[in-house]
């Protein structure tokens, strides 16, 4: 299986800016509608509804409702990853690491029903589609690899491969924790003071680490 090909999601319409803004009303209105019923109990008459046109017109863009949730998963990685590239990967700096962090946690809570949606509805894509749309989260994981490989290149942290997989992949996950228990994390904490409280933790941690080497 070939993990890093598109899906290809065959319209009738020619005209690319059209499928394109008609697609996006269809991903705004599927966010809504996976979030409030899941992807399984949502028809894809209601879909084709709240993007405010006729189920014959949705399926001039799409052919099935899995379409649908493959465009919506495929489209939220591409808009974290996009609001990612703010990041400073490249500086090389504690301070870096802390504020590409920050950055990542503001996107995610800026995007939380898109996050919860994804996390929901993710296990629903084809065969042939999840590898696709998981190999762009390990990608974005490689932003953080990148920002803490460049740290122990400018001599600011000590650490193996082993450890650098871990904590890029635990960054990302906190952040993603943010989306989906904010329910409950919201009772107790503002996203500024989840931001300090995480990267107090992820930073505890890894001085820990650098005292045992």
């Given at each position: 299986m070939v993990v890093?090909?598109?899906r290809t999601v065959h319209a009738?319409?020619?005209?690319?800016?059209?499928?394109?803004?008609?697609?996006?009303?269809?991903?705004?209105?599927a966010v809504a509608l996976f979030k409030q019923k899941g992807f399984h109990r949502?028809?894809?008459?209601?879909?084709?509804?709240?993007?405010?046109?006729?189920?014959?017109?949705?399926?001039?863009?799409?052919?099935?409702?899995?379409?649908?949730?493959y465009l919506v998963c495929d489209s939220i990685y591409d808009q974290v990853r996009e609001r990612l590239q703010g990041m400073d990967v490249d500086k090389g700096t504690l301070e870096s690491l802390k504020l590409?962090?920050?950055?990542?946690?503001?996107?995610?809570?800026e995007m939380q029903d898109e996050v919860l949606v994804m996390y929901q509805e993710a296990k629903s894509l084809s065969k042939d589609a999840l590898p696709y749309v998981l190999k762009k989260e390990l990608e974005m994981v490689g932003m953080f690899e990148t920002i803490?490989?460049?740290?122990?290149?400018?001599?600011?942290?000590?650490?193996?491969?082993?450890?650098i997989d871990l904590l890029s992949h635990n960054i990302f996950v906190q952040g993603q924790m943010w989306g989906f228990r904010r329910?409950?994390?919201?009772?107790?904490?503002?996203?500024?003071?989840?931001?300090?409280?995480q990267t107090d933790?992820?930073?505890?941690?890894?001085?820990?680490?650098?005292?045992?080497?």
């Open positions: 890093n090909k598109k009738s319409v020619k005209d690319e800016r059209l499928v394109k803004m008609r697609r996006n009303q269809m991903i705004r209105g949502t028809t894809t008459r209601e879909i084709a509804q709240a993007a405010g046109f006729s189920i014959g017109t949705l399926y001039e863009y799409i052919r099935t409702k899995e379409d649908v949730l590409g962090i920050a950055h990542y946690f503001k996107i995610m809570d803490i490989r460049r740290c122990i290149d400018n001599g600011e942290l000590v650490m193996d491969d082993e450890h329910w409950a994390l919201a009772k107790n904490y503002t996203i500024d003071d989840y931001i300090k409280v933790l992820l930073f505890t941690g890894i001085e820990q680490y650098q005292t045992q080497l």
